[in-house]
T-cell receptor
Framework: GENVEQHPSTLSVQEGDSAVIKCTYS??????FPWYKQELGKRPQLIID?????GEKKDQRIAVTLNKTAKHFSLHITETQPEDSAVYFC???????????FGKGTLLTVNP | DAGVIQSPRHEVTEMGQEVTLRCKPI?????LFWYRQTMMRGLELLIY????????DSGMPEDRFSAKMPNASFSTLKIQPSEPRDSAVYFC??????????????FGPGTRLTVL
């Protein structure tokens, strides 16, 4: 089955700096890669996603890049703000089903 | 729309007791997923349904766990008998076809289960 590795497990940055979280996946047939943000005690919520036919996608301060050859994708957050502090999860969807396999998460702390 | 609804939000029970978690997906969504989240294992898919039919239950940890979806608006996850290692947050999520067909999964608020 699919295996998703996520790094780093914790990340601390100063407000205004950029943050990058990286994930690798094992199944070359995977074709959809969402990123979820989970605040403490809350549910995971989708913040951005990318499909396998696209190399990069941006939405204001967040962007995701995908390298299908290397089987890795990354989340980039620019001009970080304290409200960006949360756990971020990457996930990959298999090519022939609707299962999402999640990474173990990255705890991002943005220090004022 | 109220989003995905789960009940109860918190459950504390003693080892050996039966636990039933409930989920109401977003109206019109045809996929329903049950996840378990722990610090050690992260977010794990337990089972998912399409049009009320279980499609993949390979994530169900053992026979003590069972899930049903008797109709499009209701699903249950049952643990019998419960054990302390079942303590976790259980999320239900639903998905409908959208855009190019991949569709975002919308999570419910979760049920925090503690088995003493």
């Amino acid at each position: 089955g699919e295996n998703v590795e996520q790094h780093p497990s914790t990340l601390s940055v100063q407000e205004g700096d950029s943050a990058v979280i990286k994930c690798t996946y094992s199944d070359s047939a995977s074709n959809y890669f969402p990123w979820y943000k989970q605040e403490l005690g809350k549910r995971p919520q989708l913040i951005i996603d990318i499909r396998s036919n696209v190399g990069e996608k941006k939405d204001q301060r967040i962007a995701v890049t995908l390298n299908k050859t290397a089987k890795h994708f990354s989340l980039h957050i620019t001009e970080t703000q304290p409200e960006d502090s949360a756990v971020y999860f990457c996930a990959a969807k298999g090519g022939s089903n609707y299962k999402l396999t999640f990474g173990k998460g990255t705890l991002l702390t943005v220090n004022p | 729309d109220a989003g995905v609804i789960q009940s109860p939000r918190h459950e504390v029970t003693e080892m050996g007791q039966e636990v039933t978690l409930r989920c109401k997906p977003i109206s019109g969504h045809d996929y329903l997923f049950w996840y378990r989240q722990t610090m050690m294992r992260g977010l794990e898919l337990l089972i998912y349904f399409n049009n009320n039919v279980p499609i993949d239950d390979s994530g169900m940890p053992e026979d003590r766990f069972s899930a049903k979806m008797p109709n499009a608006s209701f699903s249950t996850l049952k643990i019998q008998p419960s054990e302390p290692r079942d303590s976790a947050v259980y999320f239900c999520a639903s998905r409908g076809l959208a855009g190019l067909g991949f569709g975002e999964q919308f999570f419910g608020p979760g049920t925090r289960l503690t088995v003493l």
